[in-house]
């Protein structure tokens, strides 16, 4: 949530109580910054002295992203994304099939990547979203990623997952928020959905209809979790629905991927319980993060929301897909990092950040049962550049104040 108080003081994520959280502080008010949160006993770190400096080294070389290119290490532009999924697409012809499913609010196309297996019909189904927030790279990045190691890795479990399953990817549900993000302002997280003549936006995940903006959600359009008029009131969101229905049939697994944190999220997002087949899916996603930790060290946090948070949330899509779809395994994946880079994650960084995401998602690919024929045993109930200027990053524990 971006404040406009008078120490311009800019949140990336939400404050909450006795948890630490990162923002930026423009350089001319960061004397004022201290001396109050020193009034108030407040312990901050500075992590990033000019945050601009960092956001400029992650602008993209034109057309760096190839079809040929096997190099994961500078964030793209959509256009070459695109381009890419396309390339990969006719290289492999056969097996693979890259289609305009849908169109978001300034009309550009949202596509899918699928990978099939066309001797068997009747494969388990996964469904891999990514793109939801336009400001979040990093999940993009790593979902096409994992699309050229499932075509191209000789190793023998992404060989066997390729032909076990059939995968469908949408790598970026949000287009306009991700050109918007990268050519006007860096920390945009909506669609650009417009109201009343202006582009307001709203947070696509919180859209979707799973106990729509009851938590962790805003009815103002200036809130950076506006959920919307309504749920599905997006043309994304919509996309997105008419696409899950269409493969709905034996699907048994969804990941979301988003960044950053660090984090396997389970559903519900709105309980303080643990519901449904939660412990089976916390085991499996804990095995995975020690596996991801063994890699570089990186450390990833298992749970619900409230786990994790401290706080409930609503309108996800991956609640929703559960509910709905009765899906037994649902992931919503932060990928790196912790909060000391939060959106600006270096370059030097993004391999490593899929490779260590690699490294989980196969463990947990691999750990689930390996007789299960999808979601046909459960009844459904339904058919259906900023320029932000060289700011101070800082991390600021917030504690309870008496």
Known sequence: MKSKNYLDVI??????????????????????????????KLRTTLILRDVQWVLDEQVVPENAFNPHSNRWTYIHTLEDIYKWLNGTAVN????????????????????????????KD????????????????????????????????????????????????????????????????????????RTEGKSIGVDLNRNFGYKFGLYDASSEPEHERYHGPSEFSEPETQVLRKFIDRKRDRLTFYFSFHGYGQKIIIPYSDSTRHLGNFHEVQTYAKQAAAKMESFAGHKYSVGIPFDLFGKRQSGDSASWVKKDYHVPYVFTVLLRDDGSYALALPNEQLLAACQEMEIGFVELMMSTPRNMKGNTFFTRARGIRISVLPFLFIILPMLIMV
């Open 92 to 119: 492999h012809t056969g097996i693979t099939k890259f289609e305009a499913i849908g169109k978001s609010a300034e009309d550009r196309d949202i596509y899918a990547f699928s990978i099939i297996n066309p001797l």
């Open 122 to 193: 009747d494969s388990v189904k996964v469904i891999i979203e990514a793109g939801t927030h336009g400001n979040e790279y990093i999940g993009t990045h790593f979902t096409t990623y994992l699309i050229n190691q499932l075509l191209n890795s000789t190793d023998p479990n992404l060989v066997m997952l390729r032909k076990k399953y059939n995968w469908y990817f949408i790598p970026v549900l949000n287009p306009d928020g991700y050109v918007y993000s990268q050519k006007e302002d860096r920390l945009w997280r909506k669609n650009r959905r």
């Open 11 to 40: 949140f990336l994520e939400e404050p909450i109580i006795k948890r630490k959280i990162a923002l930026m502080v423009n350089p001319q008010h960061k004397d004022d910054f201290i001396e109050r949160t020193n009034h108030f």
